[in-house]
């Protein structure tokens, strides 16, 4: 068969790629997918824009957030450091609140329902949509032909974590918009290409709220990254106070004091990142943050910053340190997260073997 282009280059999620109509109606059950790569420590852009964001759906809608080893391996990790740093995501998890009688906590690499659908999805999605994906192009650099091929196929296997629970709302950073947009292509792709519309739903990423976007502390326009050579462009869950003080002292800013209205912040990259940590921090709007701090200078801004920060993260080190003191709880919540996870990801599977044909 051949293979159609994809119909529209314009994303919207309000039609269905494949046919360009209002997407047929997904009948199922609302539910939440999303995971954190087990791969270097976790930062206050983390923590705010994914883990208490995770923690707070767990109340509203049915919540799967797994621990992402199979992706981390896509560049190298080394094995005998892998599966401690994946018990260290989920104890971030807990320690942010999430609650395993609520929320499924689970690792990627025990459901394999994940790579099995994953193959599925590769043989649906089309070489064409991945040349696309920006993320690979900036991850591979100038060596495309030596990276992996699973870092290629990266958003594929994404696309397959979020499906198997069928999943309807993904909570991610804005960096993984594009790898949504996949994840509605390839669905649509498969409901049409198997004529079964509405069998998988067509995912929308929540890429809003505060805390969505928390800049590096050296450089406005970047984003807060685990990568960044320079530790003092983030603020790591696992800083003490002095670190985090210092940290936030050192901050590049300009030599204005704080606007007094949203209009003028948002010409200040470094002053505007600044106010979004401390709204994000004590659950305030930045139009509340200015009208306590406008006017006022950096030498009080900051200062109160840092001791909004250490409070708020002190107790979340703690909990993930008292967590990680009990590896072996930690793997038992991880693995009846597993075993959960596999329970519902397995009637997924069976349909898409007797859709696609399969012997069985
Ligand atoms: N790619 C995501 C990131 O780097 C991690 C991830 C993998 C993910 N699979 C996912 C997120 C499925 C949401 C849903 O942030």
Redesign the pocket.
């Known amino acids: 068969m051949g293979a159609p282009a994809r119909p529209n280059d314009l994303y919207s999620e309000k039609t269905d790629p494949m046919t360009d109509q209002p997407p047929v109606s997904y009948a199922g059950p609302q539910r939440v997918?999303?995971?954190?790569?087990p791969s270097g420590a976790l930062h206050l852009g983390n923590y705010l824009g994914a883990l208490v964001k995770f923690a707070r759906l767990q109340h509203q809608i049915d919540t799967f957030i797994f621990v992402?080893d199979m992706?981390a391996v896509t560049v190298w990790q080394d094995p005998a450091l892998l599966a401690g740093q994946t018990r260290e995501i989920a104890a971030a998890y807990l320690a942010a609140g999430l609650d395993p009688s609520k929320a499924t906590i689970f690792p990627q690499s025990a459901v394999t329902a994940h790579a099995e659908l994953g193959w599925i999805f590769q043989c649906v999605a089309r070489l064409g949509w991945l040349d696309r994906m920006t993320q690979f192009k900036e991850k591979s650099g100038k060596h495309k032909e030596r990276s992996s091929v699973g870092l290629y196929t990266y958003p594929v296997l994404?696309a397959a974590?979020?499906l198997v629970y069928k999943a309807t709302q993904?909570p991610?950073?804005d960096d993984?918009k594009q790898?949504l947009e996949l994840t509605r292509d390839i669905a649509a792709k498969f409901n049409h290409d198997f004529d079964r519309p509405g069998f998988f739903p067509l995912p929308e990423a929540m890429t809003e709220g505060p805390g969505a976007r928390i800049m590096s502390l050296r450089d406005g326009s970047a984003k807060m990254s685990k990568s960044d050579p320079s530790d003092n462009s983030r603020i790591n869950l696992t800083d003490d106070a002095d670190t985090i003080a210092q940290k936030i002292r050192k901050a590049r800013t300009d030599p204005e004091p704080l606007p007094e209205t949203l209009e003028e912040l948002k010409a200040r990259p470094e002053a505007d990142n600044l106010v979004g940590v401390y709204g994000a921090l004590a659950d305030m709007t930045k139009a509340q943050v200015l009208a306590e701090f406008g006017g006022q200078g950096f030498g009080a801004f900051k200062p109160a910053l840092a001791d909004l920060a250490v409070a708020k993260l002190g107790p979340v080190s703690d909990a993930m340190r008292r967590y990680l003191a009990d590896p072996a709880e930690i793997d038992r919540i991880l693995g009846a997260g597993a075993e959960r996870a596999r329970a519902a990801a397995a009637p997924t599977l069976d349909e898409v073997r007797k859709i696609v044909g399969f012997w069985r």
């Open positions: 997918v999303s995971g954190v790569q992402a992706h994404q974590d979020i993904v991610v950073g993984q790898h």
